[in-house]
């Protein structure tokens, strides 16, 4: 009896270990995000300005007045501000899947600027279609990574393909 309690606290004790490396690691990503490569143009427009790590993950938190776990991060403005793109990587995808989830739920709960107009699947991916601010926005999980693009219309379809090719 005494060496299957020997045991057992032995594996508790390994569990707690792993636990704290675990939570460790994952504090390290989430406290010192790094940068989402941006594609250097959308549309045939030019990347004009870009910030990225953690400078990027502040921006996301103020715009979302909450502290949002990502472990990378970019937004990038194309051309006179015709398009704007948001990368962020959460630690892990469903973590991902979650935030875009979150995303859909509270635009289409809330008193929002953007009027949900459709989704379509394209690959493994969903991809929410939006209208706002003079703007159509599209946003979607690839992987670990949520994406939202905003574009004058003129140039929204071409910049939809072109990000969904760079965030498969």
Do not use: C
Not at 131 to 149: A, D, P, R, V
């Amino acid at each position: 009896m005494k060496r299957i309690a020997s045991i057992v606290l032995i594996g508790f004790g390994l569990l707690l270990l792993i636990a704290a490396a675990a939570w460790i690691y994952f504090n390290n990503l989430i406290t010192h995000p790094v940068a989402v490569p941006l594609p250097d143009q959308i549309a045939g427009l030019q990347i004009t300005d870009y910030t990225t790590g953690a400078q990027t993950a502040a921006q996301f938190e103020n715009l979302h007045n909450k502290r949002i776990p990502l472990t990378s991060g970019a937004i990038g403005i194309y051309g006179d501000s015709e398009i704007t793109l948001w990368a962020a990587g959460a630690p892990l995808n469903f973590m991902a899947a979650r935030m875009v989830n979150a995303m859909e739920e509270k635009i289409a709960k809330e008193n929002s600027p953007f009027t949900p107009l459709e989704q379509f699947i394209e690959g493994a991916r969903t991809i929410y279609v939006l209208e706002g601010m003079g703007q159509m926005h599209y946003y979607f999980q690839s992987k670990n990574m949520i994406i939202w693009l905003a574009a004058d219309p003129a140039v929204a379809d071409i910049a939809i393909q072109q990000i969904l090719e760079v965030y498969p």
